[in-house]
């Protein structure tokens, strides 16, 4: 029986595929992921300045007003015209001066490229720790802040709109700032707060101790919709369920490595054993569960 079983099993592909019609080659090729364009601008959807750039992987906000583009992260790391494209994309928009470009964090792949936008006149401001963290290490891609602010935070206001720096403490990095436009009930929070996905490799410089916090801040905020710094599922913007998701998950993993951290099982053993069960049909899971479990690990393993 098992015999017959196993020839079965064997000859029925068989069968398929000799039932199968011959395949033709499709006349226009099927959509793909490698078909969508490399950069793309897009107005968010019920508000009349607010637009995304995005370039592959990274996206930034712009808005523009009748004074002048506020632009923010150039996200052109190991793209040499990326904030040329960037400029290029608002110029395509609007003949406004571009004023401000704001750094949401110190990040390279965030901030690299605001040459561009220098040589545009734009003004570049960050939290004051991004300049304390890239002067060191002077990237010949990555201008300094013109003007930095501390952890009180700034408001820009220019043409009507009304754009708030916040400091929120610690969380994806210490220097990450949420951009909260108030009337428009919109924030723009980079890497914290991944939309629907895993957080990755951004997490070896993540603060676990005060993360949580800062997502709590963020979802205490006046606001509807999140942009994040990296595309969602389809492009989709975050909901405060969201940010509550994130907080579980970053919660989740913090208890789950606490525990095998203090069984004495960091690193090597830990790694191999976290899980984060529930979590498995998130984009990211397979890829992005060593770097959640190090950096847990590093902290409830280690006291760092
Ligand atoms: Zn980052």
Redesign the pocket.
């Known amino acids: 029986m098992r015999h017959q079983l196993a020839c079965l099993l064997f000859t029925l592909p068989l069968l398929a595929a000799a039932q199968a019609p011959a395949p033709q080659a499709p006349s226009v090729a099927p959509p793909t992921q490698a078909a969508r364009p490399a950069t793309a601008v897009t107005k968010v959807a019920g508000t009349d300045n607010v637009y995304i750039f995005r370039n592959v992987n990274h996206q930034s906000m712009f808005v523009v007003t009748p004074a002048g583009v506020i632009a923010t992260d150039p996200i052109a790391y190991g793209r040499p015209n990326g904030g040329q494209q960037y400029v290029d994309a608002i110029r395509s928009v609007t003949s406004q001066p571009i004023r401000y470009l704001v750094y949401s964090?110190h990040?390279f792949?965030?901030v690299a490229g605001g040459k561009a936008f220098k040589d545009a006149g734009a003004t570049i401001v960050a939290h004051r720790r991004v300049r304390e963290r890239l002067l060191p290490i002077n990237d010949p891609h990555t201008p300094l802040p013109d003007e930095v602010f501390g952890d009180e935070g700034r408001t820009l206001s220019l043409g009507g709109t009304t754009l708030e720096l916040k400091y929120l403490g610690a969380s994806?990095?210490d220097t990450n700032v949420v951009m909260f436009l108030p009337r428009e009930k919109l924030v723009f929070v980079?890497?914290t707060i991944p939309v629907g996905q895993v957080p990755g490799r951004?997490m070896i410089d993540f603060y676990p101790d005060q993360a949580e916090d800062f997502i709590r801040k963020v979802m205490a905020l006046d606001w509807d919709r999140l942009i994040p710094g990296h595309p969602g599922v389809n492009d989709r913007l975050g909901t405060k369920k969201d940010a509550a998701d994130q907080l579980e998950l970053l919660q989740k993993a913090s208890a789950e490595m606490k525990q095998l951290a203090q069984d004495g099982k960091c690193w090597d053993s830990a790694e191999k054993e976290f899980k984060l069960s529930g979590y498995e049909n998130w984009p990211g899971y397979k890829d992005n569960l060593q770097f959640i479990a190090r950096r847990y690990c590093g902290y409830w393993g280690r006291g760092t």
């Open positions: 964090h990040h792949d965030h994806h990095s980079v890497d951004g």
